[in-house]
């Protein structure tokens, strides 16, 4: 099964709206679910992350320190601009995604069918939780510092697990 990928592509055109968002800082590290080697052969790909705050945006940085392609990009510093849209252009070296779950692409379908199996079994396996037939589990997606979660619910528990512990299994 190919890994699922579910972040947008990052388009020049957003920048001003971030902009005017007050969304000014990006986090770029190193994206590591692209595994089409047509991609990563001519490319590298890096995955941006949105911040209004400067501290918040350190504190990812920070967390991701390892990573080589850990840098803050601020969108009111004109070189940081340009990088930016150097590294979002045609012939760049760089394949850019932003940190922003696709809108309307089918991802809460894909997770609720595909990976659902493989979600009640880490239920299962992990927690002392009892699931019945219909189990009723209500799994989502979110992002913290670049890396996929799935957070599944039942009932009033909720557990929160990377998703390539589901992905994987």
């Known amino acids: 099964m190919n890994r699922l990928q579910p972040f947008e592509l990052f388009q020049r055109n957003l920048i001003p709206h971030l902009r005017e968002d007050k969304?000014?800082?990006?986090?770029?590290?190193?994206?590591?679910?692209?595994?089409?080697?047509?991609?990563?052969?001519?490319?590298?790909?890096?995955?941006?992350?949105?911040?209004d705050n400067?501290?918040?945006?350190?504190?990812?940085?920070?967390?991701i320190s390892q990573?080589?392609?850990?840098?803050?990009?601020?969108?009111?510093?004109?070189?940081?601009?340009q990088k930016l849209v150097e590294m979002v252009g045609y012939n760049s070296k760089y394949r850019v995604y932003r940190a922003a779950l696709k809108q309307g692409s089918g991802i809460k379908q894909?997770?609720?069918?595909?990976?659902?199996?493989?979600?009640?079994?880490y239920v299962k396996s992990n927690t002392d939780w009892r699931l019945g037939y219909d189990s009723g589990l209500r799994?989502?997606?979110e992002v913290h510092?670049?890396?996929?979660?799935?957070?599944i619910k039942y009932g009033s528990r909720q557990v929160r697990?990377?998703?390539?512990?589901?992905e994987n299994k």
């Open 67 to 81: 990573d080589k392609y850990a840098s803050i990009l601020d969108l009111d510093k004109d070189a940081h601009r």
């Open 139 to 141: 799994p989502h997606l």
């Open 23 to 51: 969304k000014r800082y990006l986090v770029a590290q190193t994206y590591y679910r692209i595994q089409d080697p047509m991609i990563n052969e001519f490319t590298t790909p890096i995955l941006v992350t949105e911040y």
């Open 54 to 63: 400067l501290n918040l945006a350190r504190t990812h940085k920070n967390a």
């Open 110 to 121: 894909l997770l609720e069918h595909q990976y659902l199996d493989r979600i009640r079994n």
């Open 161 to 166: 697990v990377k998703f390539e512990e589901i």
């Open 145 to 151: 510092y670049g890396e996929l979660f799935v957070v």
